[in-house]
């Protein structure tokens, strides 16, 4: 079975631009999660999908959002980009979506930098 | 914000020695992941312990949960060079806005 994938691996913007990363999950699993990393501020969850529906919602602005299509592989774009929002962005997937979180599937990342 | 917070932050040993990360968290949870991170790369999930159980074992891995204490530990045995990586617990919590936290991760260097 394929794992996670994202695209791009690597991208690099300037600040104002925006981006839209993709993630394709294990097939079968219908919830994907996006979580962002960063040295100062870790891993940080910013939103979850399960069946073309936000379920779950982090701390983040507006300018961060998400959907998910009918194969539920997913993509995130985030407008007006700051240098803050320089980070590697993770995506996961996750088979049992319906109740509680179980073992979360990742993929390897898109390595975003603002300049 | 961070729910969890590792301890320590970083951790070197020799081979062969056992290797124990302790996991702080603040609020209810349904269950508590560990996860191991290489350099830069996605998490590779290890193992997971639900709210209403106290051990678990995974080959080399040994998980504690003490919900009284929001706390839980990690214990490496027999650590090898290739368990160098960042590791992170991670908690589902019961309610609110964020379901899932992130920890703020032990990197752990096993030196050969």
């Known amino acids: 079975k394929a794992g996670v994938t994202q695209t791009p691996r690597y991208l690099i913007k300037t600040r104002g631009q925006q981006v839209t990363l993709s993630c394709s999950p294990i097939?079968?699993?219908?919830?994907v999660s996006w979580y962002q990393q960063t040295p100062g501020q870790g891993l940080q969850f910013l939103f979850e999908?399960?069946?073309?529906?936000?379920?779950n919602k982090g701390n983040f602005p507006g300018r961060f959002s998400g959907r998910q299509f009918s194969n539920s592989r997913s993509e995130m774009n985030v407008s007006t980009l700051e240098l803050g929002d320089s980070a590697l962005y993770l995506c996961?997937?996750?088979?049992?979506?319906?109740?509680?979180?179980?073992?979360?599937?990742f993929g390897p990342g898109t390595r975003l930098t603002v300049l | 914000s961070q729910q969890g917070e590792e301890d320590p932050q970083a951790l070197s040993i020799q081979e062969g020695e056992n290797a124990t990360m302790n996991c702080s968290y603040k609020?209810?949870?349904?269950?508590l992941q560990w996860y191991r991170q290489n350099s830069g790369r996605g998490l590779v999930h290890l193992i997971l312990i639900r709210s209403n159980e106290r051990e678990k074992h995974s080959g080399r891995l040994r998980v504690t949960l003490d919900t009284s204490k929001k706390s839980s530990s990690l214990l490496i045995t027999a650590s090898r060079a290739a368990d160098t990586a960042s590791y992170f617990c991670a908690t589902e919590n019961t309610g609110g806005y964020q379901k899932v936290t992130f920890g703020t991760g032990t990197k752990l260097q096993v030196i050969p």
């Open positions: 999908y399960f069946s073309e529906t936000q379920r």
């Open positions: 097939s079968g699993h219908r919830s």
């Open positions: 609020t209810s949870i349904n269950n």
């Open positions: 996961a997937s996750n088979f049992i979506g319906g109740g509680s979180y179980n073992e979360q599937f």
